[in-house]
């Protein structure tokens, strides 16, 4: 997808973070990663950033942040509402990150980005080499697995789960209004290990939520409780493996 697709729709982008939905998305994948976080100041890289949502958390925790974006209009967006004196803002294609320094980072976060782009192996890779020994990566991304479920249960079309679930290509409509990728969580594990990353833990995120019809999930009232369902759900494999997204903390080889 090109950047520009992100810059002409920066509006639902907002939207969406506030939405319920998309604020147990962050909530989650937070606190999925925060366990795994160094307790010293670290230095860490936000790649596909977005708005910074995550990053201001972790410069708050007295990290050295930079949010990295391919999108002019995300990068300028999120300038206004970052503390400059707080994170690096740096203008960077996942695609083409080969230049990153070697060995200069603790923390990586790629959050939602990998299906944006075209060479997933290529882009784990490039994240490996920036990473230094012993660093971390929080990689989160649409689960393929969960397709069929939302097919079969939302939809009432198990023709469709059927399908999806045997050529295991299903794609989600975005909320850019575009198809995107979904990826399998056993295959990023296989990516992953074959760049020189341990796997340390696999969260699913929103194991349930998109499952419920909408009435139930999209109103205020029931955002603290499904929390707190999600979050028990989140570490156990049998519900992890069907999240809407999948998030897998994953440490460069020593
Ligand atoms: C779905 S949003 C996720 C934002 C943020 N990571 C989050 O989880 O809230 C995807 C972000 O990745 C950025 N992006 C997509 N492809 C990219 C690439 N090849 N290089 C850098 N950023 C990219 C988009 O501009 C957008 O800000």
Redesign the pocket.
Known sequence: ?K?EQ?DSTIEQ?LTYQSSVRGRLR?AL?ERGLLPHIPKSPCDVL?????LG?LASVLAGMGHRVTL????KD?LDRARIRLDPSLIRLQH????AANNLPADSLDVIIC???LE??PDVWAALHHLQMALRPGGLLSVAFGNARHMPLQAAILHGDPSRARRELMTGNAESRNIFGTQTKVLDPDTVLLLLHSCGFNSLQTNGIRCVSDLMSRSHTDIDANYAALLELESDLMTIPAYSFIGRFVQIIAQRHM
């Open positions: 997808m950047s992100f982008w962050l994948l936000d790649v596909g950033g977005g949502e990295a974006d391919y999108s995300m960077l294609d996942l695609a959050h939602n980005v944006y782009v």
